[in-house]
């Protein structure tokens, strides 16, 4: 090993980036026995160093204690830290999160490589350790596995290494170093250094050591690199396993290795002995008609490779998972298996929001069965390499995987959504070339074996050049079994060739028809599309569309899986999640870092209900006769599934069937339903809802877990129309003033003119308005909404829904009613006609109909409705709308019209700034309670309503940066529309909600319901 004096000039030096860093290798694991390789016996090879290291913040270099790694420095006094962990989540500094542009952006004047000097925080570290018993007298490794951005090693003094890139391991070797007893090993972590520049990504900047370090042994003979090509040829029917090794030491004698192949139930299926004598070789093993891996079925072979020395002593035995899979290009179209691949995928961040990136294995195992649970069939690593387990877990639970370097230097090139790419780096530039080329090494040379993994990515939004093409060229020559993404050349087309398809950020529905509808020469992939900040993730229907339409639309990735927020305590204690800007952190992008169809905390957010149904692998369309049944996938058929049918009317269930289905895989099928006679004479509105359910228990659910549904709804019309029921209850009216007072049994409705509105609703004694019905135009302005100007291009109707002006108030007596009609005039233009009609019945009904006249040049609007409070002692709601989670006019195709219960106080979602949220559309009653049973229903007459019940007024929520920013509970406010406009999600920077989820307030609209009194 050089003997090499470090320089911390080495931090903004792009030609230094790995000294003494040992050569990047496989990420497979190593026995003493065939006994302990098959049961996975902890490995006495490993010795973890986790846990408390003691711990010294500076904010740069200059305040650093710069000889601390000295034996004789003491560091006694010193704090700890948590390895792995963040500093800035342990007490020291400040997390930051920005999204395109770099951290110290405005603050300092630098161009790459330069770095900050002022402000470079710099974590010293320090562990002892003593080497284990069964580890003395080999040689000893240790292995960092992820390190942000830049550190230096030292052991007893003695300088060891250096390295940068975060998210791949760094590993180095100990042996001349160590000594008996205590050794004292020294970190010294940067967080900004030459890597900085290539690690602008979307997510929070942190520093530190965040994920596990070990030591490591090795035995005389070890295996220090493996790489396992499990290739099929065309038929499919021949397995092809071909085993290069490549040992880390040399040896004269002759050695000797036996290869055995175990299938998923542990049978032998394949033995082969073979002497090695050269240091590098392949080895090559044939199997008849292979179990197939894919996402659907990943079905892995287990080959144990046994390395015996000169003398026939067993040495080392590899364990390696073995999924044979083939996926290609052919036609201008990907094929996993000889079939056409569609990626139901997500873009996943390492996230917790305790701990950031340093997440761990049970927060692994959530994510991995969330997204089966969910019809989630891919994930893009975005945008670096995960930890290790990650990759086992999806080869063994089946996902595919985009594979994604870590490499983004988006604020190089794009300044505030305009493309100038003048010092983009690494563009052209040959000193960046090393730097980068080494990102893709390491992620390749780790990953290589994992079957889950098809495509290889070459970062993430850093335009497009030579260097980038150089990666490219790279994987293709290293590994013709997967094919290569990069979005970036969209933005460049000179380098076209450095990606396999086309794949473009946030495309719009349109512009990928358009690119698929013109001679498209490679497939089409939305690397990120519906970008789910907040609440979202409106119109996604139409992309699957596209799926359906067009074979070289091969799907996408959702951006992205989970909020990227972290838990703060506001002034009071109590704990919050926070976004950009809560830390002090500047510049910042706020809460841009929550896009997640999972909340930071891990509970599943109301837009995986859409993602879910829209990724169901099986579509199942009824009538009133059957169900058609169109089964999407590649080698599945419907068999493994219970099937079901239910019939309810009017939200009750009526009559169920449970059967089963065998429809194969890629083909359609049909099912008649076997219904008893006369079930359906009865009038009313009838739903078939089908379901398919997983028979079985599996890994990652449990038996009759939902797959799929599809519902149909119809109705039954009343053969002979029966006479209105007489009436006896004679109403009082009153008309006052001031205030017009309709009474009747154990009732009474107050109107007044002065305020305008219904200004009482009493019920045997029980007020039921405490701020009277008023027309409301606005809804709390979402993410979406913000980004595209919403308030800008629509704000005159948050002014319209607070200073309307009642111009006139009409009384009608009817037959079977007291009409009380309240005529409105909007500041937004006074030629629009606002009217509110409210008809009293003997019963104690009130009919509401809400009547808007509109006129030319308005802005659209953003809902139309009647809102008013109740006391929030009635929270108890049940309904019979679409649900059970919050939908809306362009993100409903994944709700079921259901009768299900919630409560008013759960009505506020976990987003984390406050906006409009947990309305339900197809509303035909909702019933409002309290704990007693008594309260009102609210019913839809002709028309489903939309409705929303929340503790807040749109405008509270408006005004709300933070959940605890909200005002105490008093009331609960209900919302009754006739429509309200879609929520969007093709972007949250300017895509509007789509045509036909918008409404023209040159229109005339018109909605009714009824009010009437429960268990008074």
């Not at 659910?701 to 599809?710: C, P, Q, R």
Request: aromatic share 14%.
């Amino acid at each position: 090993m050089m003997s090499i004096k470090p320089t911390i000039n080495w931090l903004s030096d792009p030609s230094v980036f790995a000294v003494n860093r040992i050569p990047a290798h496989s990420d497979h694991l190593y026995y003493g026995s065939f006994e302990e390789a098959k049961i996975k016996t902890p490995m006495n090879m490993r010795f973890s160093l986790n846990g408390n290291w003691k711990f010294s913040y500076s904010k740069n270099a200059a305040l650093r204690p710069e000889k601390f790694y000295e034996e004789d420095f003491d560091c006694t006094s010193w704090s700890h830290i948590k390895v792995p962990g963040h500093i800035q989540l342990q007490g020291y500094g400040s997390p930051q999160y920005v999204n395109t542009m770099y951290p110290w952006d405005g603050l300092h004047d630098i161009r790459p490589p330069h770095i900050p000097t002022d402000h470079n925080p710099v974590g010293s570290y320090v562990k002892y350790f003593t080497v284990p018993s069964q580890m003395k007298k080999k040689p000893i490794f240790i292995s960092f596995q992820g390190v942000e951005s830049a550190f230096f090693v030292w052991l007893n003094g003695k300088f060891v290494g250096y390295s940068e890139d975060s998210f791949t391991p760094a590993e180095f070797e100990l042996t001349p170093f160590l000594k008996e007893g205590d050794n004292k090993l020294s970190v010294e972590v940067y967080q900004r250094s030459t890597g900085s520049w290539l690690e602008d990504q979307d997510f929070w900047r942190f520093s530190g050591i965040f994920r596990e370090v070990y030591l490591y042994t090795v035995p005389d003979l070890h295996v220090q690199d493996l790489h396992v090509r499990a290739d099929l040829d065309q038929s499919l029917t021949l397995g092809q396993l071909q085993i290069d090794l490549d040992f880390l030491n040399t040896f004269d004698s002759d050695i000797s290795l036996q290869f055995e192949l175990y299938d998923a139930e542990q049978k032998l299926v394949l033995t082969q002995n073979g002497d090695f004598i050269d240091k590098n070789h392949s080895f090559l093993m044939t199997l008849k008609e292979p179990h197939l891996w894919s996402a659907e079925n990943p079905y892995l072979y287990k080959l144990y490779i046994q390395v015996f020395n000169e003398s026939g002593e067993l040495v080392e035995v590899i364990p390696q998972s073995v999924g044979f899979r083939r996926f290609e290009l052919v036609d201008k179209m990907m094929l996993i298996n000889g079939k056409r691949i569609v990626f139901n995928g997500v873009n996943r961040h390492e996230f917790n929001c305790r701990t950031g990136r340093a997440i761990t294995k049970e927060d692994m195992i959530w994510d991995i069965k969330t997204l089966k649970q969910n019809n989630i069939n891919a994930v893009r690593t975005a945008h670096y390499p995960n930890q290790t387990l990650w990759y086992e877990l999806c080869d063994e639970y089946g996902v595919y995987v985009m594979d994604e370097m870590n490499l983004e230097t988006h604020g190089s090139w794009q300044k505030m959504g305009a493309v100038e790419p003048s010092w983009n780096i690494p563009g052209n530039l040959p000193e960046w070339h090393d730097i980068v080329l080494d990102r893709a090494v390491s992620m390749f040379e780790r990953d290589k074996n994992h079957p889950s993994i098809l495509i290889w990515s070459c970062g993430n939004e850093s335009y497009a050049g030579e260097v980038i093409l150089s990666v490219s060229k790279y994987f293709k020559q290293v590994d013709s079994s997967r094919l290569v993404h990069y979005e970036g050349v969209f933005h460049n087309r000179e380098f076209d060739e450095t990606s396999d398809m086309e794949s473009r950020m946030y495309a719009k529905p349109n512009d990928i028809e358009q690119y698929l509808i013109e001679d498209p020469q490679k497939p089409f992939v939305s690397c990120e599309y519906m970008h789910a900040m907040g609440n979202s993730l409106g119109g996604m229907d139409k992309y699957m569309e596209l799926v359906e339409k067009y074979p070289m639309y091969q799907g996408g990735f959702i951006w992205d899986y989970m909020d990227q927020a972290l838990i703060k305590k506001d002034r009071y204690g109590q704990e919050f999640l926070a976004y950009g800007g809560d830390f002090g952190d500047r510049p910042t992008d706020y809460e841009f870092c929550t896009n997640g169809i999972v909340y930071a905390n891990r509970e599943l957010s109301a837009k995986m209900q859409e993602v879910k149904f829209l990724y169901q692998p099986i579509t199942l369309q009824p009538d009133q006769t059957g169900v058609t049944i169109t089964n999407n996938h590649l080698f599945t058929n419907t068999s493994i599934y219970d099937f079901e049918y239910i019939l309810y009317r009017k939200g009750l269930e009526i009559d169920r069937h449970k059967l089963l289905v065998s429809v194969p895989p890629l083909t359609e099928g049909r099912h008649e339903f076997n219904w008893p006679s006369e079930i359906m004479d009865e009038p009313g509105e009838y739903n078939v809802l089908v379901s398919l359910r997983l028979k079985n228990e599996t890994k990652w659910a449990t038996a009759e877990h939902e797959i799929a549904f599809g519902q149909f709804i119809f109705t039954v019309e009343q053969k002979i129309s029966e006479p209105p029921m007489e009436q006896n209850n004679p109403l009082r009216l009153i008309e006052g003033d001031v205030n017009i007072g309709v009474h009747g049994k154990d009732f009474s409705a107050i109107f007044s003119k002065q305020v305008g509105s219904l200004i009482s609703l009493n019920y045997a004694g029980k007020e039921m308005i405490e701020q009277p019905p008023s027309p409301l135009f606005w809804r709390a302005t979402t993410d979406n909404d913000r980004g595209y100007a919403q308030a800008y291009h629509s704000g005159a109707w948050l002014t319209a829904s607070l200073s309307r002006k009642c111009i006139d108030v009409n009384i009608q007596e009817e037959p079977y009613g007291i009409k009380v009609i309240f005529f409105y005039q909007l500041s937004i233009n006074s030629e629009v006609e606002v009217k509110v009609e409210y008809t009293v019945g003997q019963n104690g009904e009130v009919k509401v109909n809400f009547i808007y006249r509109g006129v030319e040049h308005l802005p659209q609007m953003p809902i139309y409705s009647l809102s008013f409070k109740t006391s929030a002692d009635y929270n108890q709601l049940e309904w019979y709308a679409k649900g059970p989670e919050e939908n809306y006019s362009d993100r409903s195709k994944g709700a079921k019209l259901c009768r299900f219960k919630t409560q008013v106080g759960e009505n506020i979602t976990g987003y984390v700034r406050p906006q409009e949220s947990d309305n339900r559309t197809g509303v035909r009653w909702v019933e409002l309670k309290n704990q007693e049973g008594v309260g009102i229903k609210i019913s839809s007459t002709d028309e489903p309503l939309e409705c929303n019940f929340s503790p807040y007024t749109a405008f509270e929520l408006e005004n709300a940066q933070h959940i605890y920013e909200l005002p105490p509970v008093h009331y609960t406010v209900v919302t009754v529309a006739g429509k309200q406009m879609g929520i969007g999600g093709d972007d949250s920077w300017g895509a509007p909600v789509h045509e036909e989820h918008l409404i023209k307030a040159n229109e005339d609209k018109e909605f009714e319901f009824i009010i009437s009194p429960i268990s008074f």
